[in-house]
């Protein structure tokens, strides 16, 4: 996985998620990168399988089952820590969405009983 990798998160949305997350802020980043080269070749999968929320030119953000990031940290070998953190990041990039679609009560809503994945599109 190469530094390069562009992750499908806000900066802003980063820098407030690393302040929360329960692992080292440098390492969240690192995580993302990993998630991301992961995601980026299931994208076709994720169009099929789960509702798509929103897309642009850099992201696709879905709604997924809420035990569907447990699979994700435990494909990559991730500890409960750091798929926290993955998650929350994706999460919080779902909330920033839900605001510039004036949709965030739909989208709290859901997250009630699903999960945000955002996939970056311009790999």
Do not use: C
Request: no cysteine.
């Amino acid at each position: 996985m190469e530094e390069t990798t562009e992750i499908p998160i806000e900066g802003q949305i980063l820098v407030l998620t690393a302040a929360k997350a329960s692992v080292p802020p440098k390492a969240l980043p690192y995580l993302l990168r990993r998630v991301q080269a992961d995601l980026a070749p299931r994208l076709d999968d994720y169009y099929q399988a789960f509702e798509l929320v929103d897309e642009d030119s850099e992201r696709a953000t879905f709604l997924v089952s809420r035990d569907h990031w447990r699979t994700i940290g435990d494909r990559l070998g991730f500890d409960r820590r750091e798929t926290d953190a993955v998650e929350r990041a994706h999460t919080e990039q779902l909330r920033r969405v839900a605001s510039r679609l004036d949709r965030r009560d739909e989208f709290e809503t859901a997250l009630e009983i699903r999960s945000a994945v955002v996939v970056g599109v311009n790999e």
